[in-house]
């Protein structure tokens, strides 16, 4: 197995009327390993796209725009014979299977990267359907393999296209935030899969905003800022707070402001299930005033989907009880959903109207996706009011469509807020936000915490917790834990089994 180099020269992107990444000059030697940096909208994913070949580069007025492919040796290669041999891992790429409804088991999804095909069109050889066994193996999918790609858990398709991308024995790999949504088990699977693809000469590049999403094997770095590259050099001398190193936040006691209030929920011998398979099971939980919680464990256990069930996405059992404040049995969902904010991945990906930035955090408030009737006056202001809490500096008139994947992220935090909850349900709410934004949702938390805005926050990373979280569910195989937050540090090794 050869990597393939990638030489750009003058090489640039105009989407619509928006010039959106370049002209620039970037060589990628074969074999290598680059991470690119910068912040949510620098253009990072579209040039992940032009160095793969999904985007041709925008033509200049001298028309010397170039990329080309080569080999170890220095010698041009035909983008035909090349793009099969392009590997791409990211949350669109993921998207896709939802939007499309490519519902195929895991092993034919993993199957269709021997040919780099979306659809298994080909029946493999023998060889091949070893290969595939393997990596279910490797990627312990073994026991996922007749389940269906939609029924899985954000972080386990996450597992699925990372095993389908290394079926295909590509020659350049590009990760555009590849670690999103995976537990310590598969990021540590991942990080060894990214050794063996060094020790082959194959070529990798990632885009990442954590550090500990950055292997040791990646020594180069590129920093892209407004679409320009401004840093371009070893890792260990790159512009450090595009990978600020995050300490875990430490609990503070937080006063109760109306301790007369009843709960927020109470959950009694819960079950839940999706697609006929059981997720949750016996569950009892009960989310007083004033309390803000954590929920954490591994990928496939069911954080999302409680959250979901909570929010009312989900329907529980019909066995257990479930009592939610200010809703009576009786009452349309939607009174209950008025008075709370979710945000998830799920919920980004399934969002599909093609609104502007201020529309879609109006659709929030109608609890809508979509508008029947154009926004008012009033509910445009109040839209622009929730994007500046969440520091999103984006254009609120452009549309949701084309924003990066971290910026969608910040309407969408918006959309939650513009309802002004009185609690707010947030799945994985720091995905895909770069250093400096994730320092600063992480305090506009806090301050809604501090404010009597309850959380609860569904993470891997637990440098995503605010000090205020006091308390902890913890779900496992067979159960689940509740904890005081100071038993915070016991949790790592726990979410591995």
Not at 99 to 110: L, M
Not at 244 to 266: G, K, M
């Amino acid at each position: 197995m050869t990597g393939i180099g990638i030489v750009c020269h003058r090489a640039g992107l105009v989407l619509g009327d928006r010039q959106v990444l370049g002209p620039l000059d970037l060589v990628v030697s074969p074999g290598s390993r680059l991470v690119l940096l910068g912040p949510n909208g620098a253009g990072k994913t579209q040039l992940l796209k032009l160095l793969g070949g999904e985007r041709w580069p925008t033509p200049t007025e001298l028309g010397d725009e170039r990329r080309d492919y080569i080999d170890p040796a220095g010698e041009l290669l035909d983008p035909p014979e090349v793009l099969p041999r392009v590997a791409f891992i990211g949350g669109e790429r993921q998207d896709k299977y939802h939007r499309y409804d490519w519902n195929f088991t895991v092993q034919r999804v993993v199957a269709t990267g021997v040919h780099n095909l979306v659809r298994p069109l080909y029946r493999l050889k023998p060889a091949e359907r070893l290969r595939v066994r393997g990596l279910l193996r490797r990627f312990a999918l073994t026991r996922l393999a007749r389940r269906q790609f939609l029924t899985l858990s954000y972080g386990e398709r996450r597992r699925v296209l990372i095993a389908r991308a290394l079926a295909g024995r590509p020659g350049l790999v590009l990760l555009d935030e590849a670690h999103n949504g995976l537990d310590t088990a598969t990021r540590r699977l991942f990080n060894q899969e990214l050794v063996r693809l060094e020790r082959r000469g194959v070529t990798v590049v990632l885009a990442a905003h954590r550090l500990d999403d950055v292997p040791p094997i990646f020594t180069r770095a590129v920093v892209l800022e407004a679409g320009q590259i401004t840093y371009d050099g070893p890792v260990v001398e790159a512009p450090q707070h595009w990978l600020a190193l995050e300490e875990q936040a430490v609990a503070t006691p937080v006063p109760i402001h109306d301790s007369a209030l009843e709960p927020l929920f109470a959950l009694e011998q819960v079950y839940l299930y999706r697609d006929y398979r059981p997720v949750i099971e016996r569950l009892s939980w009960t989310v007083q005033a004033g309390e803000h919680w954590a929920i954490v464990g591994a990928n496939g256990l069911g954080k999302s989907s409680l959250l979901q069930a909570v929010y009312g996405l989900l329907p529980f059992a019909a066995r257990g009880r479930v009592s939610r404040r200010g809703y009576a049995p009786g009452m349309h969902i939607e009174q209950w959903r008025s008075r709370v904010g979710f945000v998830s991945p799920e919920l980004q990906t399934e969002y599909l109207d093609d609104l502007s930035v201020e529309e879609f955090v109006v659709s929030g408030e109608r609890l809508s996706f979509g508008l029947l009737h154009p926004a008012t006056k009033a509910e445009r202001q109040r839209a622009r009011d929730a994007l500046t809490m969440v520091g999103f500096a984006g254009d609120a008139t452009a549309s949701v469509r084309i924003l990066s994947y971290g910026q969608r992220r910040l309407a969408l935090f918006a959309r939650a807020l513009v309802l002004q909850p009185e609690a707010l349900l947030l799945d994985e709410p720091l995905t895909g936000l770069d250093a400096p934004y994730r320092f600063a949702v992480r305090a506009l938390l806090s301050t809604l915490a501090q404010s009597g805005v309850q959380l609860l926050i569904a993470a891997h990373h637990l440098t995503d917790l605010v000090p205020e979280i006091g308390h902890i569910l913890q779900l496992r195989k067979g159960g689940c834990r509740v904890r005081l937050r100071p038993a915070v540090a016991g949790i790592k090794s726990t979410e591995r089994t």
